[in-house]
């Protein structure tokens, strides 16, 4: 690895953990949300789903907007099910290597756009097999609903850079939205750009 390079940041659905848009997808139309696949993207949400990951609206104002769109109420328990139709799973081997870099002295992030449903699972013992919270594995996170910031903009990887007190070239990033990466690099951030549920492990 670049010797420069001080700290690294980590997406979360398809680099830390593995995602299955064609299930978040139908789990939000079993619900009763019919037009879900025009609004839910693999890398950026758009519509409602957009605001709530920009932070925009909170999650009691998604449960009630999405209730009113499609015409019948819905419950918080019914949204939460249906984001977590994007996990598919967590290799062992990602955390592992999130654990061994911490070790070898690198300052590990996590760089997310996501939302307060999906978050709340991963904030919850449920997380992993051995009741640990996401925050367990990183030494700081920086989620989409909550800088109120999304990727690809300028300004979310300037706070990164900012709260860690950092140099672009000290840090790391891995995504597997070339869009982000290329973002990024444009800052002088040294970026890694993998394929969805790709191993990025041995990379490292």
Known sequence: MNKDITHIALDMGGVVLHIDHDQAVSRFEEIGAAEAREYLNPYHQQGLF????????SAETFVSELSRLIGKPL???QCLYAWLGYLKGIPQRNLDTIQ???KEGYRVCLLSNT???FFEWAESEAFD??????????????????????KP???????????????PEQLLFIDDS?????AAAALGIQTIHV???ADWTLLM
Do not use: A, M, W
Request: negative net charge; proline residues 3%; charged residues 30%.
């Open 50 to 57: 957009g605001q709530l990951e920009g932070g925009q609206i």
């Open 75 to 77: 419950t918080h328990e």
């Open 100 to 102: 061994r870099l911490r």
């Open 115 to 117: 939302n307060p449903f």
């Open 129 to 150: 097999s051995h009741g640990h919270p996401i925050r367990d594995y990183f030494d700081s996170l920086y989620v989409s609903f909550q800088c109120k910031l999304l």
């Open 153 to 167: 903009s300028r300004e979310i990887y300037e706070h990164v850079l900012r709260s860690e007190g950092i140099r």
């Open 178 to 182: 070339e869009r982000n990466t290329e």
């Open 195 to 197: 394929e969805t549920n």
